[in-house]
């Protein structure tokens, strides 16, 4: 049965890598490769097609009656239009004696992702000296990977929106009371609870924006994260995906230092606000179901053995593989840690321009090593059909440089590796 090949080969790792799509030899095989689609009854004869390239039997510069070549059997060709470089394709091609398999030309290329970053500006994040940490750490980030990643800036408490001062002597804990007066008189506007708003919608070459946004506001006010997640669900929903495209994969990075609190108007301190911290966990978990993953990065949550529990309660919560939030202390450990999010998110995910038709017939093969579909250590198909994710240890072998990733859409069920 004829097949085709799409070949990527894999030069460097990590961050800003590039890609050089490599060709196999086969018949009407281009640059970018065909894929092959089951279907059609079976002939004996028919039209063949080729896309044109660089090997194969089609037509470099396209125009032309092609005969289907070695196994296409006794197809005679009809008026095929090649493309050079493969970009193209060509469909139709009877195989001599068995079904027919429709072509469309594919191509792999990485996924670049929409990171929306959700920070934590309440007034707690200037008393430990953890407010310019992250704005260095942030401008430092999003500047180093604003060609690579999509990024956009949230901030809680928002400048705007109803919920305003909280009434500290409402609290009915008399500890939690005490925190919250000692905030106020430290500068805090009266603990405001608005949810957080965009600051910088989501995009390429956003740092300059990220960064002005991030020198005009300082911490202040309590910490609404269930509402700032709900408000930044509502914006990721937003971002429109062509129908020709892939879907670029979403994400929300939430920045914190404290346990959620502002239920109804009120506060709850030191991860008390136990209805705060379960509407957050909601929240979370309704972004994933809707294909949007969240990260949880956490401020000295050594030292809060409560708040580290919320934290990773919330970081499971939101599918990303994490079993638990990721622990940072200062600027260097938040780079560190937005480097390795971005690295998984860029590494592992490539398009396909044309959507398969089924997993069943896509083979995937790393290095010369066929590797198991719906595998913790293998790959998945997107809902889409149009992205292969590398997950576990396949997504971790291509760290180093020099990696061959071949994706292969067949006519017949591929048989998983032995």
């Known amino acids: 049965m004829k097949r085709s090949l799409v070949s990527l080969l894999l030069l460097c790792a990590g961050s800003g890598c590039g890609a050089d799509e490599s060709v196999s030899s086969g018949a009407g095989l281009g640059v970018g490769g065909s894929m092959s689609t089951p279907g059609g009854a079976a002939a ?3 039209t063949a097609g080729g896309a044109g390239g660089t090997t194969g039997a089609g037509s470099a510069t396209g125009g032309g009656a092609v005969a289907g070549p070695g196994s296409l059997g006794a197809g005679i060709g009809g008026a095929i239009s090649g493309a ?12 001599g004696g068995g079904g027919v398999c429709e072509s469309n030309t594919v191509r792999t290329a990485r996924v ?3 990171m929306l970053i959700v920070l934590d500006r309440s007034l707690s994040m200037e008393q430990g000296a953890r407010w310019t940490p992250s704005v260095n750490g942030l401008k430092a980030i999003t500047r180093a990977l604003e060609t690579e990643v999509a990024f956009g800036l949230m901030a809680f408490p928002g400048a705007n929106g109803s919920s ?7 609290i009915a804990d008399p500890q939690q009371m005490a925190e919250c007066v000692a905030l106020q008189d430290l500068g805090g506007s009266g603990m405001t609870c608005r949810t957080g708003s965009l600051n910088v919608p989501v995009g390429y070459n956003s740092a300059a924006a ?17 509402l700032t997640l709900q408000a930044a669900r509502a914006e990721l929903e937003k971002l429109v995906t062509g129908p020709d495209q892939a879907a670029s994969p ?4 939430l920045v914190t230092d404290g346990a959620p609190n502002c239920t109804n108007g009120s506060v ?4 008390q606000d136990q209805a705060a911290v379960s509407a957050s966990v909601s929240a979370i978990q309704a972004m994933a179901q809707n294909g949007i993953k969240t990260y949880v990065l956490g401020y000295d949550t050594q030292k809060d053995a409560t708040l580290r529990a919320v934290l990773d309660q919330m970081a499971r919560a939101g599918r990303t593989g994490d079993t638990a939030h990721r622990a940072i202390e ?12 971005t690295k998984t998110a860029l590494a592992c995910e490539f398009a396909l321009d044309k959507p398969a038709i089924d997993k069943v017939y896509v083979r995937v093969v790393l290095d010369g090593q066929q590797i198991r579909v719906d595998d913790p250590n293998g790959w998945v198909l997107s809902a889409d059909r149009r992205k292969v994710r590398l997950q576990g240890n396949a997504c971790s072998a291509l760290s180093g440089a020099g990696h061959i990733l071949n994706v292969t859409v067949e006519c017949e069920p591929v048989l998983p590796p032995i």
Request: charged share 10%.
């Open 44 to 46: 004996g004869a028919g």
């Open 84 to 95: 050079i470089g493969g970009t193209s394709g060509a469909t139709g091609g009877a195989t």
């Open 112 to 114: 670049t992702p929409e």
């Open 164 to 170: 305003g001062p909280i009434d500290c002597f409402a």
């Open 210 to 226: 990220i960064a002005q946004a991030l020198d005009t506001m300082s911490p202040d006010g309590a910490t609404p994260t269930a």
């Open 250 to 253: 979403k994400y929300v990075l």
């Open 268 to 271: 709850g301190l030191g991860g």
């Open 330 to 341: 200062n600027e260097s450990g938040l780079i560190t840690a937005f480097q390795q999010i």
